[in-house]
Nanobody
Framework: QVQVLESGGGVVQSGGPLTLSCVAS????????MGWYRQAPGKQRELVAV???????NYADSVKGRFAITRDHAKYIWYLQMNSLKPEDTAVYYC??????????????WGQGTQVFVSS
């Protein structure tokens, strides 16, 4: 099994930065993709960003140019660096890990979620 745990959520003013962290443990040798999803109140869960083992990245259109996904691959730690935050970024953020490079389909391993609230 793979266990995934995220942290770093909190309250931030509009325009500010915030960085989320995620770490995986267990059968981590099988992890090929590392990603972040979010779910806002009353909305469906959406992909925010994903990074593959070879380093390629993909982002939701709504966060391009503002967010960056990075990782320390050897330590199986990945981050979501968020800048210029907007109230519409308010959501529960979930980290995700997968065992294939089909990045546009969520992997099987999820963190418990961390709340990000962006005030006006």
């Amino acid at each position: 099994q793979v266990q995934v745990l995220e942290s770093g959520g909190g309250v931030v003013q509009s325009g500010g930065p915030l960085t989320l962290s995620c770490v995986a443990s267990g059968s981590i040798v099988s992890i090929l993709t590392m990603g972040w999803y979010r779910q806002a109140p009353g909305k469906q869960r959406e992909l925010v960003a994903v990074i593959e083992d070879v380093g390629s990245t993909n982002y939701a259109d709504s966060v391009k140019g503002r967010f960056a996904i990075t990782r320390d691959h050897a330590k199986y730690i990945w981050y979501l660096q968020m800048n210029s935050l907007k109230p519409e970024d308010t959501a529960v953020y979930y980290c995700n890990a997968g065992t294939s490079r089909t990045w546009y389909i969520a992997g099987d391993y999820w963190g418990q979620g961390t709340q990000v609230f962006v005030s006006s």
